[in-house]
């Protein structure tokens, strides 16, 4: 069935995610008529369904640090906000280190966070387990606590955001791919989507894991590379800790896990996982090589079944580090992708910076570390893509 849409918009925002919500609503807040906002599916299908909802701040780079403040000060007031509740919490997150290397890498990463007002600090093994009593402290040296850090509910943001965008006057259509989008002489024209055209000078690419895709569209590489990552939840824990923080993390191997309901959701980053859009749960393997991380790190776990889990995508660039950037090549493209994981803490800081991109104003976060132009053949030979 065809569905109408506009033939003409001031913007178009490729994504439904919490990322293009975000910049939805702050665009339109902040003045500019005709935002339209594109999503292949549903809001909050793509990878922003799939997230772990952790929101942090205990970063190693500035510029992510206050971008991580922003998104935990604006969730902690979500539903004062937006008249949407989230779930947030604060529980911090805990970060347990085996590697010398690595105790020394956070120990510095403190400094700096505290330098930013972030309370995280250095602690021992035996209080580790004292914050986050499922682990065993075999082999521990050392971990870094964040306790302002939380998590809230991704899906629930996307919906905020949205329903605030069109109290804005933003048009947001569902069920709407994009199939390509024409330039002339270095200016988008239109964007052309499954349901008709739509006449723009202005693109804002928020489409994630597909953004290589939409940057293709106009011949603007944008180097994001889809990446499974796979999620399970527990059988309801006879005895779940009465605390426990919104994440523990097993730093060297990526496994990590935080309280869902009566139970636990467990997460790991395999690094046999192949690049693509494999969205298939793949259970047994996977489970294999969290198994054997979690009899080490946290055995009482295993006493548990799994319930149910899921995979989704990271969008990843070769940095790890988000795009956040108006494209020098294409008049009117601007990018808001990349983020590696952490695209949801990030979404409130995002929409304040591609806003103030769209008017022209500079940024409040130093974002010199997030343009796009730092995967230029120019920039990798100088070695200019070593961002922490």
């Not at 295993?302 to 940095?319: C, M, N, R, V």
Request: proline residues 5%; hydrophobic residues 40%; contains cysteine.
């Amino acid at each position: 069935m065809t569905r109408s849409i506009p033939t003409e918009a001031t913007v178009v925002i490729i994504g439904g995610g919490v990322i293009g919500a975000s910049i939805a609503f702050h665009l339109a807040q902040s003045g500019v008529e005709g935002v339209v906002l594109l999503e292949r599916d549903e809001l909050a299908c793509g990878s922003t369904c799939k997230a772990a909802g952790g929101v942090r701040a205990s970063f190693s780079n500035a510029a992510n640090i206050e971008i991580g403040l922003r998104g935990l000060e604006i969730y902690s007031q979500f539903g004062q906000l937006y008249g949407q509740e989230i779930d947030f919490h604060r529980d911090g997150y805990l970060y347990l280190l085996s590697d010398p290397t690595d105790v020394e890498v956070f120990t510095e990463s403190v400094a700096l966070q505290n330098a930013h007002g972030v309370p995280s600090r250095m602690v021992d093994p035996e209080e580790a387990k004292r914050i986050s009593p499922l682990i065993e402290t075999g082999g521990m040296l050392a971990a870094c606590w964040s306790p302002g850090d939380g998590k809230a509910t991704p899906e629930s943001v996307v919906m905020g955001y949205a329903a605030a965008a069109r109290r804005h006057g933003a048009t947001i259509i569902r069920n709407c791919a994009v199939i390509d989008i024409a330039s002339t002489n270095g200016t988008i024209t239109e964007v052309i989507t499954e349901h008709g055209r739509i006449t723009t000078h202005q693109v804002v690419c928020a489409a994630g894991a597909w953004s290589r895709e939409i940057g293709d569209m106009l011949g603007v590489h944008i180097p994001v590379t889809p990446m499974r990552r796979q999620i399970a939840f527990t059988e309801p824990l006879a005895e779940l800790p009465d605390h426990s923080p919104s994440l523990t993390i097993d730093f060297p191997s990526n496994f990590y896990f935080h309280p869902e309901g009566k139970g636990l959701l467990l997460g790991w980053s395999d690094p046999d996982e192949t690049e693509g859009f494999n969205l298939r749960f793949e259970l047994e393997d996977w489970l294999l090589g969290l198994g054997e991380i979690a009899a080490i790190r946290a055995p009482a776990i295993l006493d548990y079944g799994i319930s149910t889990g899921w995979a989704g995508l990271y969008e990843i660039t070769p940095d790890r580090n988000q795009i956040l950037d108006r494209s020098n090549d294409i008049d009117g493209l601007l990018i808001a992708t990349g983020y590696s994981g952490h695209g949801f803490l990030m979404g409130p800081a995002s929409g304040e910076i591609i806003r103030d991109l769209y008017h022209g104003i500079t940024p409040r976060y130093d974002i010199t570390d997030f343009r796009l132009d730092r995967f230029s053949d120019v920039a990798l030979a100088a070695g200019e893509t070593n961002i922490v």
